[in-house]
């Protein structure tokens, strides 16, 4: 019998990330990234405004300072790895093992990093929330169990309905849904608005569309939000809980990313091999006090 020969290719499959472009969105405070805790002062009440000058110096009489706020968030350290490559891998494989745990400790930190992101900007009480209203569909959150509300047109107007009454630039105005949510938008558009949704695109920024004012974002998971709009960890595993994404102003939330460290222990004498590991700073937050510029969209439940 001839012997088989066992080819391996050159390269090598890595894992897969989401994109994060949105990221972009957002007042940038990297900056500050090698401090410990980044303040973000918000002017108080705007002064009273009257039509006569004898109005204003009625004013004296209760004279009166302004109390400004102050809204903080820590700069966190991410660590990925250690991860060993062992000596007889680095010469036996066919591929470049040592680039291959490079790109993935990089990869793995960046999508931590931006998932938390995610979560930093919207807040965890007091988040104006949006229900969904459109036809019935089964639910995709995992441990999600029965039956939700589609995303629909309707509801993208209702978000810019909330911006407009908050007063919100309308230039820098961002909507971010899952990839489900995305779909059931999609299929609630005429062909007409579809088309001129798509005509929009950016693959340059990252933005898949504009609708009702929004530049669109979308990544495989967003966010978890409870049966009745409470925002919840994306690996809870509650069956009553649905599928969630959010609109926010790029002036309205906030970003401090530092640049990856990679840390090499080459050639160690106990693990046989090269250790390789990687870490990253970064941290970020909605920037005002009264939590406006930010929405969650959930899956509303059906009534029963």
């Known amino acids: 019998m001839a012997l088989q020969k066992e080819i391996w290719i050159n390269s090598?499959?890595?894992?897969?990330?989401?994109?994060n472009t949105?990221?972009?969105r957002s007042v940038n405070h990297s900056a500050f990234i090698d401090g410990k805790t980044v303040h973000i002062p918000g002017a108080g009440a705007p002064p009273s405004v009257t039509k006569t000058r004898a109005s204003a110096l009625q004013n004296l009489t209760n004279l009166t300072g302004r109390t400004d706020t102050d809204l903080t968030y820590n700069i966190e350290t991410y660590f990925a790895g250690p991860v060993l490559i062992e000596n007889p891998e680095s010469?036996?494989?066919?591929?470049?093992?040592?680039?291959?745990v490079l790109r993935s400790l990089k990869a793995a930190l960046s999508d931590n990093v931006y998932k938390d992101l995610i979560y930093k900007w919207i807040p965890a009480?007091?988040?104006?929330?949006?229900?969904t209203s459109g036809k019935e569909v089964a639910a995709h959150i995992p441990a999600g169990t029965g039956s939700r509300l589609a995303v629909c047109k309707t509801d993208i107007r209702a978000l810019r309905s909330q911006f407009d009454k908050w007063?919100?630039?309308?230039?820098?105005?961002?909507?971010?849904?899952?990839a489900e949510m995305y779909g059931q938008l999609?299929?609630?558009?005429?062909?007409t608005e579809a088309n001129a949704f798509l005509a929009t695109a950016s693959a340059a920024t990252g933005v898949i569309g504009q609708i009702y004012g929004f530049d669109m974002y979308m990544r495989s998971t967003v966010a978890r939000a409870s049966a009745a709009g409470a925002i919840k960890a994306l690996t809870a595993t509650t069956a009553t809980d649905a599928a969630a994404g959010f609109a926010w102003s790029d002036s309205f939330v906030s970003r401090a990313l530092g640049d990856t460290e990679v840390n090499e222990n080459?050639?160690?004498a106990i693990a046989f091999g090269d250790i390789l590991s990687a870490t990253v700073r970064a941290g970020g937050l909605y920037t005002r006090n009264d939590k406006k510029g930010v929405v969650l969209l959930y899956q509303a439940t059906p009534a029963s």
């Open 22 to 24: 949105f990221a972009a």
């Open 167 to 178: 007063d919100i630039p309308q230039k820098g105005r961002c909507l971010m849904l899952d």
């Open 266 to 268: 080459e050639k160690d």
């Open 125 to 131: 009480a007091g988040t104006t929330i949006i229900a």
């Open 12 to 19: 090598i499959i890595e894992g897969l990330f989401a994109d």
């Open 186 to 191: 999609l299929s609630d558009l005429t062909d």
């Open 91 to 100: 010469v036996e494989l066919s591929y470049d093992k040592r680039e291959s």
